[in-house]
Each structure stands twice: as structure tokens, then as C-alpha cells.
T-cell receptor, first 114, second 113 residues
Framework: KAGVTQTPRYLIKTRGQQVTLSCSPISGHRSVSWYQQTPGQGLQFLFE???????NKGNFPGRFSGRQFSNSRSEMNVSTLELGDSALYLC?????????????FGPGTRLTVL | DQQVKQNSPSLSVQEGRISILNCDYT??????FLWYKKYPAEGPTFLISISSIKDKNEDGRFTVFLNKSAKHLSLHIVPSQPGDSAVYFCAASGGTGANNLFFGTGTRLTVIP
């Protein structure tokens, strides 16, 4: 069974631009969660989508948004990029909602904002 | 506010010895705990979990202990192997209506051959 895939793996943007990251979950998984990893803050939860609905949202500004499609693939969008948005963005999938089932992570997208 | 804390950013252990990674949490409503291992350039991989109805869970060389009264859990790796060198994250979830998963900041384990 294929694992969680994320595209692109690396991305360089400049301040003020916007970016869209993609995550394809493990086949059959309906929950996709997004996390931001930075050296000082560790892994921080962004939001979770389950069956195309946002279930949970972390403490991030509205510039961070996402969506999930009927095939469970998810996209995360960050608008008006700031230097502090430079991070590794991870998505994770599970069959059941987050917190009730083990999540499996993708390799991440490394975003650098210049 | 960090609800899950890993106060040791790094740990070095000799091959064959025991590695003990610690994790503290502040929310007494957490009832499900997980450990993940992360190698560079890869996403975290699930290692072992424990629910609050148990105080110990074992899987091969990995054992997780949960002390609910102290709001503390630990991961024991015995014997430690060089391939165990990675960053270890603990995570917690639970509480009525709260399904978020909270992660610690990670502990980098180095197993010295």
C-alpha cells in the first residue's frame, strides 16, 4: 500500500507570494491533518479535514487555509507569505478522525520564504 | 502554551544500553499517547502508543510507560541500536470534544556505536 505523498518536496517563495501544497493520503484514509514543523516550535497542528469537512483547526492565522477533495486528497494554501512561514509542512492521514487513530505522515514539503 | 513537553532536546546513549526518553503533559484530559520517530528528510513514523487505561505497553525493544498522576510518560528502548538514532516526538490527544493531537518539541537520540 502506498504511503502518504506530498508535493512538491521543496519550494522557494518570496514574501507576499502565496503557495499551495498538496497531500495524497494512504488509500482508504479519510482524515488528513496538516502540521508545521520549525526548529524552535516542534510540530504544530494546523488543521484536519475529514470527509471533506474541516474538523479541527490549530492556532494559526487565516492566511493558512486548506481543503479536501472527494478522493481525500488535500491541499493547504498559505497566502501573503512571511519569512516566519519557512518550515517543513507535514501532512498525515488516518482512517478514523485524528486523535482516535494512528496517523501516518508524509515526507513533508520544505518551504523557504525569502 | 505547550501542552506536551519534552524537556531534553538531545540524548546520547551507548549502543546496547537503555535509552529513556521523557515526556510531560499538562492536560489531565489527555487519554491517548503516541511516540513517533523521525529521520532527517522523512516524515515522522509511528512507533508505539498507549491509552490511559494502561500504564505500560511493550512492542519488541520499545516500551512506553504512563504515569497519569505525574502526567508523565517515557519511552524505553532496550537495547539501543545505532539505527535508533533519530528525533523522537511524543504526542497526546483526548478530552471531551477535543481531538487535536499535541506534539512535544522532540528529543534527538544519538546511539553511539
Amino acid at each position: 500500500k502506498a504511503g502518504v505523498t506530498q508535493t512538491p518536496r521543496y519550494l522557494i517563495k518570496t514574501r507576499g507570494q502565496q503557495v499551495t501544497l498538496s497531500c495524497s493520503p494512504i488509500s482508504g484514509h479519510r482524515s488528513v491533518s496538516w502540521y508545521q514543523q520549525t526548529p524552535g516550535q516542534g510540530l504544530q497542528f494546523l488543521f484536519e479535514y475529514f470527509s471533506e469537512t474541516q474538523r479541527n483547526k490549530g492556532n494559526f492565522p487565516g492566511r493558512f487555509s486548506g481543503r479536501q477533495f472527494s478522493n481525500s486528497r488535500s491541499e493547504m494554501n498559505v497566502s501573503t507569505l512571511e519569512l516566519g512561514d519557512s518550515a517543513l509542512y507535514l501532512c498525515a492521514s488516518s482512517f478514523l478522525p485524528m486523535g482516535t487513530d494512528t496517523q501516518y505522515f508524509g515526507p513533508g514539503t520544505r518551504l523557504t520564504v525569502l | 502554551d505547550q501542552q506536551v513537553k519534552q524537556n531534553s532536546p538531545s540524548l546520547s546513549v551507548q549502543e546496547g544500553r537503555i535509552s529513556i526518553l521523557n515526556c510531560d503533559y499538562t492536560n489531565s484530559m489527555f487519554d491517548y499517547f503516541l511516540w513517533y520517530k523521525k529521520y532527517p528528510a522523512e516524515g515522522p513514523t509511528f512507533l508505539i502508543s498507549i491509552s490511559s487505561i494502561k500504564d505500560k505497553n511493550e512492542d519488541g525493544r520499545f516500551t512506553v510507560f504512563l504515569n497519569k498522576s505525574a502526567k508523565h510518560l517515557s519511552l524505553h528502548i532496550v537495547p539501543s541500536q545505532p539505527g535508533d538514532s533519530a528525533v523522537y516526538f511524543c504526542a497526546a490527544s483526548g478530552g471531551t470534544g477535543a481531538n487535536n493531537l499535541f506534539f512535544g518539541t522532540g528529543t534527538r537520540l544519538t546511539v553511539i556505536p
